[in-house]
T-cell receptor, first 115, second 110 residues
Framework: GAGVSQSPRYKVAKRGQDVALRCDPI?????LFWYQQALGQGPEFLTY????????KSGLPSDRFFAERPEGSVSTLKIQRTQQEDSAVYLC?????????????FGDGTRLSIL | DAKTTQPPSMDCAEGRAANLPCNHS???????VYWYRQIHSQGPQYIIH???NNETNEMASLIITEDRKSSTLILPHATLRDTAVYYC???????????FGTGTKLQVIP
């Protein structure tokens, strides 16, 4: 079946521009996560949704970062007034059911480069 | 979440078993051990997880010591496609947030 799909695969933006990154989770998955991965580092948690509710946004680095999942399926991560330090791979993951410790299934990420 | 310690890199000959260690000496009773791997330019891939018993699936085996302070991921017959960064993660049961470290870079050598 289809896995987690992220688009675009690559995004280049100029410093100061706004960007929007899309995540299509596996159908029926309740939980959705966003991670940021810098070069040579492991993924770092940004935020977590259960259905449409954003239950944890403790990892968002600044108020320029905003995530939404309005209908409990597709999610968008928006970065306003991008800075060079925002350059990274942004990964999305989904899992089936919060309470039963289901593993997270990851997309292949969006590589964001800020010039 | 408890902290994990992994060697930064390991080599393994193709066809041999790859044994990847992980220390999690501060693990508590309600924390699972998870393993993921990340092949270059791809997202992390779930491999296996366990609480206290050893586990096996089609990809790998997970051996957890009796005191739960360490574990070993075993790839029984490593292939070149197993070259990846392997992450050992400890996660509180029922809690969603996952903390990745820097993992072990496994190089499978022909």
């Amino acid at each position: 079946g289809a896995g987690v799909s992220q688009s675009p695969r690559y995004k280049v933006a100029k410093r100061g521009q706004d960007v929007a990154l899309r995540c299509d989770p596996i159908s029926g998955h309740v939980s959705l996560f966003w991670y940021q991965q810098a070069l040579g580092q492991g993924p770092e948690f940004l935020t977590y949704f259960q259905n449409e509710a954003q239950l944890d946004k403790s990892g968002l680095p600044s108020d320029r970062f905003f995530a939404e999942r309005p209908e409990g399926s597709v999610s968008t991560l928006k970065i306003q007034r991008t800075q060079q330090e925002d350059s990274a791979v942004y990964l999305c993951a989904s899992s089936l059911d919060m309470g039963r410790d289901q593993p997270q299934h990851f997309g292949d990420g969006t590589r964001l480069s800020i010039l | 979440d408890a902290k994990t310690t992994q060697p930064p890199s390991m080599d393994c000959a193709e066809g041999r078993a790859a044994n990847l260690p992980c220390n999690h000496s501060t693990i508590s009773g309600n924390e699972y051990v998870y393993w993921y791997r990340q092949i270059h330019s791809q997202g992390p891939q779930y491999i296996i997880h366990g609480l206290k018993n050893n586990e096996t699936n089609e990809m790998a085996s997970l051996i957890i010591t009796e005191d739960r302070k360490s574990s070993t991921l075993i790839l029984p017959h490593a292939t070149l496609r197993d070259t990846a960064v392997y992450y050992c993660i400890v996660k509180i049961r029922g809690y969603q947030k996952v903390t990745f470290g820097t993992g072990t870079k496994l190089q499978v050598i022909p």
